[in-house]
């Protein structure tokens, strides 16, 4: 029997597919570029609601009603917040007594560090004064981008936080109207079926995901300050909760977090011996965390190879700063999830994931 040209599935060459495909990724991140100030906090919020919505259901479940039930769970997380929030800013107000000491500290290791090289260089006095000049001029010629980019990074965490709950309140809220919208986006026979798996899987991995980096978060909290409490460190437990919130951000984020205590026991520390103690403390959770802590809790369910993740990781932090960086990698993971459920993308799953098959 004779197919109709219409019906029969078209064949488009590789060039246009390519081009098309080249037209949308530019596109894509014009929208990501420009549109990040609701898609940032969009993005937030689906997580977060992905997260709580088990909580929600719970709450549902005692005849609580969908509106209470959601109040109740941002109070709980509001709540836990304000806990952990003051905890570290006790802490952080006993390190900040510590602040003009490092300061007067580095002062003198910077004195020391010009003084070498002036004696190992032969760099003279008055061209010392030129290069301090120069980098006067510098530094007042920028201060004004560094003042606007700290306001700017300011107001945006404040318009993140005053927004965020009330985007989650909203898509826990109409979350089966975003569902049925999905189904009626693909209503046709057979669509749907594949469509509530999609979104099934979405919603199982993200909160495995994020229940699963929560606790490894508390984990190497317990670590870090453990670690940093047998060598001797002072403020143990505000540098070691610090370094485990930083471990949000892949591969870099534990570097980050590391450096503040790396720098307090390299200026006030008795000797040279307490900065490599705290590098070996960091470097044994960091390998605790990369081989046994990470696999087995948050699983490889949305696990990426480690070449998209950190191409991830770049592209987020160019387009949305910190917060790219955060939630960049977590989306190329759920990215992976829905492709390999879809038959024509799961090549693009395959790429993205961490399995090698021949």
């Known amino acids: 029997m004779k197919h109709h040209p219409i019906s029969s599935p078209q064949k488009y060459p590789f060039w246009l597919k390519s081009s098309v495909t080249l037209v949308g990724l530019s596109l894509l991140f014009v929208i990501l570029s420009y549109g990040k100030f609701i898609l940032m906090p969009l993005a937030?919020?689906?997580?977060?609601?992905?997260?709580?919505?088990?909580?929600?259901?719970?709450?549902?479940?005692?005849?609580?009603?969908?509106?209470?039930?959601?109040?109740?769970?941002?109070?709980?997380?509001?709540?836990?917040?304000?806990?952990?929030?003051?905890?570290?800013?006790?802490?952080?107000?006993q390190f900040s007594e510590r602040i003009p000491e490092v300061t007067e500290r580095l002062k003198t290791v910077t004195a020391d560090g010009i003084g070498f090289l002036e004696n190992t260089l032969g760099i003279s006095e008055a061209q010392r004064t030129d290069y301090l000049q120069q980098g006067l001029s510098n530094l007042i010629d920028?201060?004004?981008?560094?003042?606007?980019?700290?306001?700017?990074?300011?107001?945006?965490a404040f318009t993140l936080m005053s927004l965020l709950p009330i985007f989650v309140f909203f898509m826990l809220y109409y979350k089966e109207m975003y569902q049925t919208f999905f189904r009626k986006l693909f209503e046709r026979k057979g669509e749907n079926t594949m469509v509530d798996g999609v979104l099934e899987n979405v919603q199982e991995v993200t909160q495995n995901y994020l229940v699963g980096m929560l606790t490894v978060i508390g984990i190497l909290a317990v670590l870090n300050t453990t670690g940093l409490f047998l060598i001797g460190l002072e403020h143990a437990i505000f540098f070691g909760v610090f370094a485990s919130l930083m471990a949000v951000i892949p591969y870099i984020g534990i570097i980050i977090g590391a450096l503040p205590p790396l720098l307090f026991a390299f200026l006030l520390g008795d000797s040279l011996i307490t900065s490599l103690l705290v590098i070996a403390v960091f470097g044994t959770v960091q390998f605790l965390e990369g081989n046994f802590i990470t696999p087995r809790i948050v699983g490889s369910k949305v696990s990426i190879n480690p070449f998209m993740a950190m191409l991830a990781l770049i592209i987020g932090g160019e387009l949305w700063g910190i917060s790219g960086m955060i939630l960049f990698v977590p989306l190329i993971g759920i990215l992976r999830v829905i492709f390999e459920q879809i038959e024509a993308l799961k090549p693009y799953g395959y790429l993205l994931g961490n399995r090698i098959e021949y």
């Open 142 to 156: 920028k201060s004004g981008q560094y003042v606007g980019s700290v306001v700017s990074a300011t107001t945006s």
């Open 44 to 93: 937030f919020a689906a997580f977060l609601s992905m997260l709580l919505s088990p909580v929600v259901n719970k709450l549902e479940s005692w005849k609580l009603g969908r509106a209470l039930s959601i109040i109740v769970t941002l109070l709980l997380v509001l709540i836990i917040l304000a806990g952990i929030i003051s905890l570290i800013s006790a802490q952080f107000v």
